[in-house]
């Protein structure tokens, strides 16, 4: 163990250790299966330097969707959503930057009401964005283990679902991570919407839907793994997937038909 003083930023993954504490010298997040160390070493910055060379865009999808991400691409690249609704908005995923630019846009559009995970892959500077719109942050219960910097507004869930508000709900599906989980919107298209983090990697043909363990390290789920996956997943209405990894990596209308497909691919190579 190395003490590392300054606001410590992971530059691989984004995700930011507590300040003036005590943190690993290699990054856990990264340190995992799931992840990996970059070759040139592990790397850190932080929120000033950050800001000075980064910037954070937002794209409308809808009226009631924009996404968000740092620009140039910063860590694994995440896409953030920002979900606006009657009953309050919600930030689904975060990422490494909290701007001034960034504030005064969601602060405009009413702020949030809360901002949930799915999964430790998109942690980042989640308190910092709790505290400015001074609202909780839901976790799956199953992925405690990854939370490094369990502020007070970090408020763990359990079970199948989350109800919200309005026509939002979270569902557990597990898989990539054990409380790995989705977004669902229902009322933004015919059978809803869901935003799926990593639970779901939608590919750049636009054409499959993959399930792993490491999307980067190319590791396969366990057999039983992946059929948790699938009992759960294959359950739930949907006709849009909104993925988390790069701008485009959308599923609009025939979201289900090609999760079908994919999963009757995964069915045969597991022997199902
Ligand atoms: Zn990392
Ligand atoms: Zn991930």
Known sequence: MTTITRNSICTTCGTKFPHNERVPALCPICNDDRQFISLQGQSWTNSEDLEKSHAVRIRKISERLHYLTVRPAFAIGQRA????????????DCIPLLDDATK?????????????FSHPH??????????EFNCPIYIHQNDKPWIYNHGPS???WSGDEKPLWGDLKLVHVGGHFPGSSMLHIAS???DGAMLCGDSLYISR??????VMFSYPNNIALL???????????????FDTLYGATFEGQDLEGNAYEIFSRSMERYKGVYGL
């Open 223 to 237: 057999k039983d793994d992946f059929i948790a996956f699938y009992e759960k997943c294959s359950k739930l209405k």
């Open 122 to 131: 998109f942690y980042s500077n989640m308190n910092e964005w709790a505290s």
């Open 205 to 210: 043909s636009l054409r499959h839907t993959a």
């Open 188 to 190: 933004v298209s015919r």
């Open 81 to 92: 959503f920002l979900v606006l609704s009657a009953g309050g908005n919600i930030l689904w």
């Open 154 to 156: 970090v408020k763990l």
């Open 104 to 116: 005064e846009f969601i602060h405009a559009k009413g702020g949030l009401k809360a901002i949930a």
